[in-house]
């Protein structure tokens, strides 16, 4: 059964700082992973998904790295902004296309 | 990207009574629509997977009886809550997904529901 947990589970930076969340997952017979982000009381927005032929992908400040041997993910931020809060949260898709389990989510505060 | 809303945002309703939540996808056609509830400062458990005109696909140790699932359409789930308890209490979220790959999953805005 698939495994997803992510380190730090929490997290403060000051403004300006690059930094890199970090997602794990037990079965590396995936399909692919995404990055998510959640703010309080709010539903999740898709921030990269990673095919699992991929290595990495990239979005504005924001960079995922998938290394499916090793079974880790890593998201990198650069030049954090307090409008980064949030809650992290990455999810793995087995190799059918039917599970999609989520890591219990890194708690990001971005200080001005 | 593609859109997934949810109707209502939040509810409240009195213990023993029942509620419906609404999930759409507005711009695709989701073949397979899954709905999860997040209790305060945890992550998305699921509770079932539904494909169009199938029955859901309930999780261990989600009450199907209590949790009834309908995906009559292609843009349309609906999450019922029957006799619902304080203990159902959660933030309701659903996903939907499309056909074929690369298998994206959107999700709703999530719907707040309390009993009291």
């Known amino acids: 059964k698939q495994e997803v947990t992510q380190i730090p589970a929490a997290l403060s930076v000051p403004e300006g700082e690059n930094l890199v969340l970090n997602c794990s997952f037990t079965d590396s017979a995936i399909y692919n992973l995404q990055w998510f982000r959640q703010d309080p009381g709010k539903g999740l927005t898709s921030l990269l998904l990673i095919q699992s032929s991929q290595r990495e992908q990239t979005s504005g400040r924001l960079n995922a790295s998938l290394d499916k041997s090793s079974g880790r993910s890593t998201l990198y931020i650069a030049a954090s902004q307090p409008g980064d809060s949030a809650t992290y949260l990455c999810?793995?898709?087995?190799?059918?296309?039917?599970?999609?389990?989520f890591g219990p989510g890194t708690r990001l505060s971005v200080l001005p | 990207g593609a859109v997934v809303s949810q109707h209502p945002s939040w509810v409240i309703c009195k213990s023993g009574t029942s509620v419906k939540i609404e999930c759409r996808s507005l711009?695709?056609?989701?073949?397979?629509m899954f709905w999860y509830r997040q209790f305060p400062k945890q992550s998305l458990m699921l509770m079932a997977t539904s494909n169009e005109g199938s029955k859901a696909t309930y999780e261990q140790g989600v009450e199907k009886d209590k949790f009834l699932i309908n995906h009559a359409s292609l843009t349309l789930s609906t999450l019922t809550v029957t006799s619902a308890h304080p203990e159902d209490s959660s933030f309701y979220i659903c996903?939907?997904?499309?056909?074929?790959?690369?298998?994206?999953?959107?999700f709703g805005p999530g719907t707040r529901l309390t009993v009291t």
């Open positions: 996903s939907a997904r499309g056909s074929g790959g690369p298998y994206e999953q959107y």
């Open positions: 999810a793995a898709l087995d190799n059918y296309g039917q599970n999609f389990v």
């Open positions: 711009d695709f056609q989701a073949t397979t």
